[in-house]
């Protein structure tokens, strides 16, 4: 039987925009339509089932076509021996701004608050985007293959977030799901016509999600009566589309009061919403289980110390069944620290399954993308992370990435599909 | 002598007084990691009035000593973050003036009772006047109670991004080190106007270091160029570039205090940190640099997670720690009080449950001045 090497198998994959640094031989590849490759002699974390401690993961089209221990490897397969490799999902970031604020130069950085108004429900993240952030191949050297890209929270409302695959190549090609509205409690920004309290941003937005009420109640009414609709007006439309639950709303809140007003909002409108940051956990535990609100809780690291109390928030929330994800939403937090993170919740007594669950399926179900990516299971894209060590040991580092069954980050050969220098050790 | 603060004098009152025990103390059955170099099994740590004793493997706690158990556990140096803003809120620049070298930063060093850093095992730190002014005054070696170790440590300057972000003029780095120099020079001359005639004065007679704070590979040669000038004691500080030229660091003699964890370019940091990799701690440490490590921070993470991912990007274990522990304690000046378990030093201790700088590790009791200031 000739197995191919993982050189031959998956290095030619990189299509997008540079070349591996040692191309190989295009024939036989797991990159070619039906061609199998298989990963052998992992510890797999599916994430959804127990570890396996000796596991092969076979991946096809894109997709895992099967995974466990004693699988047989189909004749003609890719072969990469992962021997003494972890492999795991690929992480999922819920709060990014990766793409607006390039390089951190300032003419290049001021694209992630549409401050035009107070509500921009209107404007979508997708069209303010720049792949060429450098920050995008050092995601890939920490694991994150999935990310959620969210305009600003200098504003109440400052428009449609967008999740994005990091397969290289431009935002279009990197595309992958709406990533819904953008809410934010809080007062940054004293600009007139722009509420000063927190109260206020809770009023605006629910006096504009009662219009988009009266607007898809007006709509309604032409239709059965034949009548002419009324404009069209694109910010109602996209609040209309919370009201109808066809878009999730993701709420800036730190404080427990900003939390607070969140979860009121969610309840007066019945809206599908989630909270990030929520520094506040820990005193609403009840009320979040009781509306069921999930939250992604972060920056974590390298801000928080490991003795804050504020820490047993997604512990407590997570240890009575809500869902709890993690986020670094850079450039505030360094992507590098995503799953450091969770390994940072495991010391403070969270078991280790939940804390993985947190990178991974929790934040993809925020986004209702839970059964495409999020675990290894068949039929699930191939997105997936090897790493040296346990996964969730500081000195452990990731030394592959696949999205879609298709390499893009090789730490060995010094290969990343975005083309960027990524230094060394990151 | 400036004399303390009124809330500074408190406190080290309080901690004086509470550590004067005349009783000794001693931990009995750790794992000693005496940031020497050195470990001893079963070893046996007693201190008294403040002061280590005495170390020694498989020794017997002495007549009328309290004992602390330190089966299973290993027991360090308190660690020292080598800079910091600890106990400062609020800008820590002097906004009006971009040369400020008369400052004193505990003027406005308050520390908070109960410091996290501190739970993290974290017993001393230097705090500096900030990275922000080109010369930005005196920084202070402290305990983490807010007890002053060594007052007027360094003298700090930058001359990179951040300072040239904060002030109008100069408006160039040649500018800086050009109104660096003149500054310097008037010092030497005993000609400068103003109250950092002192501080610079200090610096020439080498009886304290110039901190420069600066990140390229071409400013870090810059303050090589400008300390030889002024046959100054430099101390580099950031350094995010120093790996690409460790071998003239190493040639020059002069330590850095890096942070592996700083945010560099492409993930939110600074421009000039495109050089930055974490395994800087560990090129300049194969060059034979001597290395530091420091958070650069008000809080967060605790200089213990700099050492873990130190080490986790290549420095070895033992230069890890002593980056925590003797080498930060020597960089600082203050290697006669801090940094190593031996007998005469300052009682600063910690007891790990987890091997130390793992990811694991969890301080159990963390001991400063002879007196425990956290229990888990």
Redesign the interface.
């Known amino acids: 039987m000739t197995r191919k090497t993982l050189v031959a198998a998956l290095v030619l994959a990189a299509a997008s925009r540079c070349a591996p640094p040692q191309p190989t031989t295009t024939t036989g590849t797991a990159a070619e339509a039906g061609s199998v490759l298989a990963v052998t002699h992992a510890r797999i974390y599916p994430v959804s089932g127990p570890a396996i401690a000796d596991g092969t993961l076979l991946v096809r089209d894109g997709k895992i076509l099967e995974l466990g221990a004693g699988i047989a490897v189909p004749e003609g397969s890719g072969v990469l021996d992962a021997k003494g490799k972890s492999l795991i999902p690929g992480l999922v970031e819920s709060h990014s701004h990766m793409g607006f604020k390039w390089l951190n130069v300032p003419a290049m950085g001021r694209n992630n608050n549409e401050f035009r108004n107070p509500v921009n429900a209107e404007v979508r993240a997708i069209d303010g985007l720049t792949s060429h952030d450098a920050a995008f191949a050092f995601s890939l050297a920490a694991g994150v293959t999935t990310m959620n890209i969210t305009t600003g929270s200098r504003v109440p409302n400052s428009g449609q977030a967008v999740v994005v695959k990091l397969r290289g190549g431009s935002i279009e090609d990197m595309f992958f799901a709406e990533g819904g509205m953008k809410f934010a409690i809080r007062v940054a920004d004293e600009r007139p016509g722009f509420p000063r309290t927190t109260e206020a941003v809770r009023e605006l937005l629910a006096s504009e999600l009662r219009s988009a009420r009266a607007y898809l109640d007006a709509q309604a009414a032409a239709a059965s009566s034949g009548a002419a609709p009324p404009p069209r007006d694109l910010k109602l439309e996209a609040f209309g589309k919370l009201l109808e639950k066809k878009m999730v709303v993701g709420v800036h809140a730190h404080s427990e009061e900003d939390m607070r007003h969140a979860i009121a909002l969610k309840k007066e409108f019945d809206l599908d919403l989630y909270i990030h940051h929520a520094q506040g956990t820990i005193s609403l535990v009840d009320e979040l289980l009781e509306a069921n609100v999930p939250i992604s809780f972060g920056p974590i690291l390298p801000f928080m110390n490991e003795e804050d109390p504020v820490l047993l928030g997604p512990i407590r929330l997570a240890e009575r069944g809500g869902k709890a994800s993690f986020h670094q939403d850079h450039p505030d937090g360094h992507q590098y620290f995503l799953r450091h993170d969770a390994a940072l919740f495991v010391r403070k007594r969270m078991p280790e399954d939940q804390a993985l669950r947190a990178l991974t399926v929790n934040p993809a179900a925020l986004f209702h993308l839970e059964d495409r990516i999020g675990t290894l299971e068949p039929g699930k894209d191939a997105d997936f992370v090897l790493l040296d060590g346990p996964p969730l040991d500081y000195e452990s580092l990731v030394t592959h990435v696949f999205i879609d069954g298709r390499l893009v980050f090789d730490r060995a050969r010094g290969f990343n599909v975005f083309g960027e220098r990524v230094p060394e050790g990151w | 002598m400036k004399p303390l603060l009124p809330a500074l004098a408190l406190l080290a009152a309080a901690v004086s007084a509470s550590s004067a025990q005349e009783q000794p103390v001693a931990i009995v059955g750790a794992t000693i990691l005496t940031g020497t170099g050195e470990t001893l099994q079963d070893g046996t740590l007693v201190f008294r009035g403040g002061k280590i004793e005495s170390v020694a493997t498989g020794a017997a706690a002495p007549e009328g000593a309290s004992t602390i158990d330190g089966k299973d556990l290993f027991l360090t140096p308190g660690l020292i973050d080598a800079y910091s803003e600890f106990g400062i809120e609020g800008d820590n620049t002097d906004r009006a003036n971009v040369l400020a070298p008369g400052r004193d930063v505990l003027v406005s060093f308050q520390p908070d009772d109960d410091s996290?850093?501190l739970?993290?095992g974290v017993t001393a730190t230097y705090v500096s006047p900030g990275g922000r002014n080109l010369l930005g005054g005196y920084g202070a070696v402290v305990k983490l109670t807010g007890a002053v170790v060594r007052e007027r440590a360094a003298l700090a300057a930058s001359f990179g991004e951040t300072a040239l972000d904060a002030f109008e003029v100069p408006t160039t780095r040649q500018g800086m080190v050009g109104l660096l120099r003149q500054t310097f020079v008037r010092a030497r001359e005993d000609s400068l106007v103003g109250d950092g005639g002192e501080a610079i004065g200090r610096v020439l007679a080498k009886e304290i270091p110039l901190h420069a704070l600066v990140n390229t590979p071409d400013d870090i040669l810059t303050a090589i160029r400008f300390a030889k000038e002024f046959d100054a004691r430099l101390v580099l500080v950031s350094a995010m570039g120093g790996h690409e030229v460790a071998s003239q660091i190493a040639a020059a003699s002069v330590p850095v205090i890096v942070s592996p964890?700083i945010?560099?370019?492409?993930?939110?940091?600074?421009?000039e940190g495109f050089?930055?990799?974490?395994?800087n701690a560990a090129r300049l440490h194969e060059a034979g640099v001597t290395v530091a490590l420091a958070?650069f921070?008000r809080?967060?993470?605790?200089v213990a997670?700099e050492g873990?991912?130190a080490?986790?990007?290549?420095l070895p274990m033992e230069a890890a720690l002593a980056a925590v522990t003797r080498d930060a304690a020597s960089v600082l000046g203050v290697g006669d009080r801090l940094g190593t378990l031996e007998a005469g030093k300052d009682a600063d201790l910690v007891l790990w449950k987890g091997q130390p700088l793992?990811?694991?590790a969890?301080t159990r009791r963390v001991i400063v001045d002879g007196v425990t200031r956290f229990e888990r």
């Open positions: 996290l850093w739970r993290s964890s945010i560099g370019i492409g993930d939110g940091g600074p421009y050089a930055h990799t974490p395994r958070t921070a809080g967060g993470r605790s997670l873990v991912m080490k986790a990007h290549g793992s990811t694991w969890e």
